[in-house]
């Protein structure tokens, strides 16, 4: 069973589909693309994706509907799964008068669309696009969020000027023909953006619908400490049952790995509220708001840190991994981003993390060893994790007990190799701030 993610994040349609052997050869199980719905073509700019102007469409600056189309048969063929990015809390924020600002997709876009009528049809996705969409009754009062911390403003005003959409009869009945038509084009999931921006019955709407049922869908409940998660994430578990981003386990990492920090505290971080239960959890250690967003790029780990925190999440026992590979869109404000995370899914320690995620999955998660700066655990009787975070070397006697013996065992990363014969314990040594991924 392969279920990381590969987050191709701003890629081009037709540039996925040329690299998917690639993406296979990996052992990544699902892509996550940009947002389809329509935005500007011409606008290369990547926040131009989740502004979208019209559900009826599908066609931006990533490609049209036939790229799409192209995409979900080519990745089907090697059993690789193809996830959405829905914009559903907003329409986009354009400069018009105010009295023409609520109207989607606006009377120069219908102007554009009749003048150009078969173009438009070809991406169309459903509907008449004659007649608009979205009228002022569809939205919320234009008033910004002031308190970010208010449930209530959070879900009933603007996201920095976006056109809130109301949870009335007919927005209602557009969202959830748009996921009815998505999902019959071949979608296997959807994530959906800002997610913590939208009420329940908004949610629901989609998440409970039954041509839904056999889709993995995934929700972007954005938290950067404990009080944002009672506020946001723990509502959202308890009222809903789809997956999410792991954002406080993001968080325990972040804690565990800064200076004075413990390993210790990513023994079992479930059990104390830190992490979201295996079943729902989307476990990653950079997501796109982390780099893109300068209220979030707090949030980043230290690259070092980055890796030996990977190696944790694809070698523990809980959730689907998420790997975020983007294309240098950060490096215009920050060029010590460059090609950080350019070609990620095809990086030697990314492939050997999967590989060994995808071979130990269903396999229990025992600790060997625990202390402040390093973490050793097994999965099941044919895989070893050792995490060293200090800058020292660490020498560590570990129970052969519950594993594969005698056998020969690989390190994936480094590619050393050792052979376990029928002794009680040996002496594992890590060296510093690296991370081992053994394998029978």
Known sequence: MKDVILHAFNWKYKDIIDKLQDISDSGFGAIL?????????????????????????????????????DLLREAHKKDIKIYADMVLNHMANENRKPSKKLNFPGKNELKKYSSNIRYYEKNKLYGNLRKGLFSP???????????????????????????????????????????????????????????KHLNKRQIDNIINQLFLK?????????????????????????????????????EQLRNSFKYNGSLKN????????????????VTFTVNHDLPLNEDFRSLLLDPQ???????????????IPLVYSDNNESTLTHPEDHNRWVDAY???????????????IGKPMVILYEYDNFLIFRRGDKGIVAINKSNEWVHADISLDGLKTPANFKELIQGYEMKLDKEESINLAIGPRSAQMWLV
């Open 137 to 195: 009754s569809d939205f919320n009062d234009q008033i910004n969020i002031q308190d970010w911390k208010n449930p209530l403003d959070v879900k009933y005003q603007q996201l920095q000027d976006l056109p809130d959409l109301k949870d009335n009869y007919w927005v209602l009945k557009q969202q959830r023909r748009l996921f009815y038509e998505m999902q019959k084009m071949g979608f296997d999931g959807f994530r959906i953006d800002a997610i």
């Open 214 to 250: 056999d889709c993995f869908l995934f929700g972007e409940v954005l938290t950067t400490n404990e009080g944002e998660v009672d506020i946001f994430m723990k509502p959202f578990l308890s009222e809903t049952h789809i997956s999410a981003y792991d954002f406080p386990l993001q």
């Open 33 to 69: 693309i940009g947002p389809p719905l329509y935005s500007d073509p011409s606008k290369e700019i990547w926040w131009q994706r989740y502004q979208p102007k019209d559900y009826r469409i599908l066609l931006s600056f990533l490609g049209n509907k036939k790229d799409i189309e």
């Open 266 to 281: 990513l023994v079992d971080p479930f059990y104390y509220g830190k992490a979201l239960h295996w079943s729902r959890a």
């Open 305 to 319: 840190d980055e890796f030996l925190a990977n190696v944790y999440i694809f070698g523990r026992d809980s959730g």
């Open 346 to 360: 095809k990086r030697k320690d990314i492939r050997a993390m999967i590989y060994f995620h995808n071979n130990v």
